[in-house]
């Protein structure tokens, strides 16, 4: 079977998300909120494999290490609604902190590859993520790059 097709969507489903431009964001004040759909294999006639123990980390813009403020320091907060029961639960990520994310119906932290027809209906599918920046008071000014990145293993 092919491995996961994995696919990062607008909040509406109808866009693909390759970067987030957060804007200026004050300390100790929450972004505005990036809300995303993670996809496997959406709108396909033929199942792939499923994406398992799915999680969420942040990490510097090369996307191997954490020592950059803004993963060292846990400046991302994430929401996932299938995980935290609810949208207002937040859980800063970064360094060594992770956030596990799923797909509706699932208990094992899996986003299904299932063939579907690339609608809603089809939550087995997809989870929605939520991201915002909240920077410590003591947090330097300036440009940040960083990296969030998707992280699972299928069979």
């Given amino acids: 079977m092919a491995g996961p097709a994995i696919s990062i969507y607008d909040s509406t489903h109808t866009s693909l998300v390759s970067t987030w431009n957060v804007g200026v964001v004050k300390a100790q004040t929450p972004s505005k909120v990036l809300t995303v759909n993670i996809w496997n294999n959406r709108n396909s006639s033929d199942d792939v494999s499923d994406l398992k123990e799915c999680y969420l980390g942040v990490y510097d813009s090369t996307g191997d290490t954490y020592t950059t403020e803004v993963p060292l320091n846990k400046w991302v907060e994430v929401n996932v609604p299938t995980v ?4 207002t ?3 800063r990520i970064g360094g060594q902190a992770i956030k596990k994310i ?3 119906g699932q208990s094992d932290f899996t986003i299904k590859g299932t063939a579907n027809d690339g609608s809603t209906s089809n939550k087995s599918n997809y989870c929605t993520c939520s991201f915002r920046i909240n920077a410590p008071i003591n947090s330097t000014p300036g440009t940040k790059d960083f990296n969030i990145r998707l992280t699972g293993y299928f069979t």
């Fill in 102 to 104: 799923m797909s509706s």
């Fill in 89 to 91: 639960t937040w859980t």
């Fill in 84 to 87: 935290d029961g609810n949208n």
